[in-house]
């Protein structure tokens, strides 16, 4: 699975964002799909996923309430809509997927496929 990620930019908080993440090559019916993010010097976040089984969503604490997860299977895509953006939010995000056990969905060695990232800065 090839994934491109796209949507970034330079907001100001509060601000919203809505980021994709295309997939070719095969299908993302058959994975989870989740979002991570990295700050400089930081170590990569979780922050989303959603479930290839059942479609069941798990976000990070850090954006539960404010971003939303989805999947569109006709465009073969998956989204993260951000809302309400603070300047900690500030990252480079991707997206990955992969067949992760329940205990490891959060676990970024557990996704076998990446995305190159899209650059996302919340400044005032």
């Known amino acids: 699975v090839q994934l491109q990620a796209s949507g970034g930019g330079l907001v100001r908080p509060g601000d919203s964002l809505r980021l994709s993440c295309a997939a070719s090559?095969?299908?993302?019916?058959?994975?989870?799909t989740a979002w991570f993010r990295q700050a400089p010097g930081q170590e990569r976040e979780f922050v989303a996923v959603?479930?290839?089984?059942?479609?069941?969503?798990y976000y990070g604490d850090s954006v539960k309430g404010r971003f939303s997860i989805s999947k569109d299977y006709g465009k073969n895509s998956a989204y993260l809509q951000m809302n309400n953006l603070k300047p900690e939010d500030t990252a480079v995000y991707y997206c990955?997927?992969?067949?992760?056990?329940?205990?490891?969905?959060?676990?970024?060695?557990?996704?076998?496929?990446w995305g190159q990232g899209t650059q996302v800065t919340v400044s005032s």
């Open positions: 959603i479930r290839w089984s059942g479609g069941n969503v």
């Open positions: 090559g095969s299908t993302l019916n058959s994975y989870s």
């Open positions: 990955a997927a992969g067949r992760p056990i329940t205990s490891s969905m959060r676990d970024s060695r557990a996704y076998y496929y």
